[in-house]
């Protein structure tokens, strides 16, 4: 959510933000000013009547002064509820509006997203190469039919060493996380309506989210819970940052249909994803930015993957990051890059939403920046690394950094 007080000082400037993401749109700032303004004369208006209610109630009793307080009562329900119903919609349109972008971000979509960095050239093949999903099914290490008839379509499983690869790039993950100082965290996966509000989620992208009978949701990243760890709490600020990663299974309803090359896991319903969290202040968060976009991309660097980072254009922004680089790994046979991670910073937005702050070296109470970052998503890093490493008879080598953390001794994939 964004500061009402910033939204009055600095009316054009947001403008101009918001517009570099949302485009030549009529965003409502006047009726929020106006709205905030009728707030604040109604809280004045209160504050006489209370004042006149005191002292009333210190004049004797009589029939004149009873008649009075029954007004004053009166009016001081009727103008409650006034405030009450200003500041829902205040809070409303306060919520609809998405945070604005560093002053570097690109406007439009992502038609103008920019390639910073790339990491090797694209693998080529002196054979005719195969897609993930005739590799995954041929060494029997992915079953689709199978968790189709569990779990319908957008779901897949895995098994044997295709098991393993995936637990042992988990571990990958943990272990380089453990050793850069974060904190590991296995959170829950349902999340309340609160959660996912303080984390962006809702309103807007509420269909976006399954939802269960109790109201609760299934996380569709593990950055929800991270982000609602300190929700309502004020920290200190010699604690700063606190640095977290998290463990989760992802859901996300990924409504629309699928195109044809999106088939098999690079776009599914359920996939695994470390995520790194950072709380910190604000004179420390572009710093904390860099820093954690390129730890995301040593991680990657070391599975030996050709791959790009991306600087996205502001409407390819997530509606709560200010800024937001993509790390896209290359998938052969589709011709085109895959996201794997996303590191961004929401500074003051989320903490707003969730009220958390800190208290500074003269006792004030500032609000918290956020960050975070895919550290890594697995579901499009596997048919990466099946397709990039494949071998003419048919087998996959499996990247060194992973070998370490595999139960058995295995330096490639093949068939049984």
């Known amino acids: 959510m964004l500061d009402i007080k910033k939204i009055r000082e600095e009316t054009k400037e947001i403008e101009v933000s918001l517009k570099k993401?949302?485009?030549?749109?009529?965003?409502?700032?006047?009726?929020?000013?106006?709205?905030?303004?009728?707030?604040?004369?109604?809280?004045?208006e209160l504050e006489g009547l209370k004042a006149e209610k005191n002292k009333l109630s210190k004049t004797k009793p009589d029939e004149e002064t009873i008649k009075n307080i029954k007004k004053n009562n009166t009016n001081i329900k009727d103008l409650e509820d006034s405030l009450n119903q200003v500041e829902d919609d205040l809070h409303q349109k306060m919520s609809s509006l998405p945070n604005i972008v560093a002053p570097e971000v690109l406007a439009g979509g992502k038609e103008n997203n920019k390639v910073s960095y790339t990491f090797k050239e694209k693998p080529k093949f002196s054979f005719k190469a195969k897609d993930h999903v005739?590799?995954?099914?041929?060494?029997?290490?992915?079953?689709?039919?199978?968790?189709?008839?569990?779990?319908?379509?957008g779901f897949w499983l895995y098994k044997g060493d295709g098991a393993l690869l995936e637990w042992a790039l988990l571990n990958y993950f943990i272990d380089f996380h453990t050793k850069n100082n974060y904190q590991f965290i296995i959170p829950p996966f349902l999340l309340n309506k609160e959660s996912?509000?303080?984390?962006?989620?809702?309103?807007?992208?509420?269909?976006?989210?399954?939802?269960?009978?109790?109201?609760?949701?299934?996380?569709?990243?593990?950055?929800?819970?991270?982000?609602?760890?300190?929700?309502?709490?004020?920290?200190?600020?010699?604690?700063?940052?606190l640095k977290y990663f998290a463990y989760s299974a992802c859901f996300r309803r990924e409504a629309g249909s699928y195109r044809q090359e999106e088939r098999g896991m690079i776009r599914g319903h359920q996939f695994n994803k470390i995520e790194m969290f950072q709380y910190t202040k604000p004179e420390d968060s572009w710093t904390v930015f860099e820093e954690m976009k390129n730890q995301a991309t040593k991680l990657l660097e070391g599975l030996d993957l050709?791959?790009?980072?991306?600087?996205?254009?502001?409407?390819?922004?997530?509606?709560?990051?200010?800024?937001?680089?993509?790390?896209?790994?290359?998938?052969?046979?589709?011709?085109?890059?895959?996201?794997?991670?996303?590191?961004?910073?929401?500074?003051?937005?989320q903490a707003r939403r969730g009220n958390m702050r800190f208290k500074d070296k003269n006792g004030k109470n500032e609000f918290l920046h956020t960050l975070n970052a895919s550290g890594l998503a697995t579901s499009r890093l596997l048919p990466a690394i099946l397709e990039q490493n494949q071998q003419e008879d048919g087998s996959v080598l499996i990247p060194e950094v992973l070998k370490q953390f595999l139960p058995i001794k295995l330096d490639k994939i093949s068939k049984k």
Request: net charge negative; proline share 2%; with cysteine.
């Open 21 to 44: 993401r949302l485009g030549d749109v009529n965003l409502g700032l006047d009726k929020i000013i106006l709205l905030d303004d009728t707030r604040k004369k109604i809280i004045l």
């Open 134 to 153: 005739e590799l995954a099914e041929s060494l029997d290490i992915i079953d689709y039919k199978r968790a189709a008839k569990m779990s319908g379509s």
């Open 196 to 241: 996912a509000y303080a984390s962006g989620h809702m309103p807007k992208f509420r269909d976006d989210l399954f939802w269960v009978e109790d109201g609760l949701c299934l996380n569709a990243t593990a950055e929800m819970m991270l982000g609602n760890y300190h929700r309502d709490e004020i920290l200190k600020e010699e604690d700063l940052p």
């Open 306 to 349: 050709h791959f790009q980072v991306s600087d996205l254009a502001a409407g390819d922004c997530s509606a709560a990051m200010a800024k937001t680089v993509d790390l896209e790994v290359w998938i052969p046979s589709m011709n085109i890059y895959k996201e794997v991670s996303s590191a961004s910073n929401a500074l003051d937005y």
